[in-house]
C-alpha cells in the first residue's frame, strides 16, 4: 500500500507536477451571498474555467494574443478587478481557493463590464501543474498570501523553493514574478528563496525591494494592514 502510494507520487513527479501534501490555505465554508451565488450561475460559463478541462489555450480562450497576467489568491478579487479594468491590452486569469471570493470576483467584474478576466475556483498548487503551459504567463502575482504567522506553520507558506521555481517555469523569457507581504519574516523568506533559485533576476536597485509599483491597487487585505500599522515589502524578479 505504502509502495503504491510513493510510486503514485514518483511517476507523477517524472511527468513533471509537483505534487504538494502540505496545502496553504484552510478551506473555510463561508456561506454565499445571494449576489454571489446568483453571478456564479449566470456567469460562470462565460468567466469561470475548470481543472478538470486540463492545459489551456490562452489564445483561443481570450481570442488574442495579448499578455498573459496570473494571480494567485484573489480574495474577493477586488484590486484584481481593478487591474483587469485599467489595463485592457492585457489577459487576466485570477485563481482563489475561497467561493464567496470567487463569487463576489465574477460580480464585480460583470458589473465593471470587465471582459478580460476569466477565474479558477480550485487549489492554485493542482492549476499550476495541470492547466497552465510552461512559459504562457508575462506576470505572475502573489499579493499577502497566508503568512501563516507561527514557525511550525511555515511549511504551509506557499512561497518554496519547489513553487518559486514552478513559477519560472510558467513564466515567458522575461516575465516578472510580483509578490507582495506585510509580514516581514516572509519577505525575508521570500527574498532568500528567489535568490537562491536560478534564472531569475532581482528588479530591486537595491537588490532587495522594490517600491510599491502604481499599478498595483491596494488590496483588502493590505488596507487591514495598515490599519494594524504592518510594513509592506513587494518583490520583483524577471525570468531570465
Ligand atoms: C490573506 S488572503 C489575501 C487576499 C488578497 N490577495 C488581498 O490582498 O486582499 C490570501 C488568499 O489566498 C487564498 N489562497 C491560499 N492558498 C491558495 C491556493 N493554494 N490556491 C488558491 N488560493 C489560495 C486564500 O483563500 C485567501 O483568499
Redesign the pocket.
Known sequence: MTEQTHKTIEQAQEEGKYIRKV???VKREGRLTKGQARALELYWQEMGLNHENGMVNFSELFGNDNPVVLE????MGK?LVEMAKNAPELNFVG????RP?VGACVALAKEEGVDNLKVYEH???EILADCIPDGSLSTVQL????PWHKKKHHKRR?VQPEFVETIRQKLKVGGVFHMATDWENYAECMLDDMQSSPGYKNLSETNDYVPRPDNRPL????QRGHRLGHGVWDLQFSKE
Open positions: 496545502r496553504s490555505f494567485i489568491g484573489f480574495g484590486s485563481i482563489e481557493v475561497h471570493g487549489d492554485a498548487i499579493f499577502f498570501p497566508d506557499i488590496t483588502k487585505f493590505e
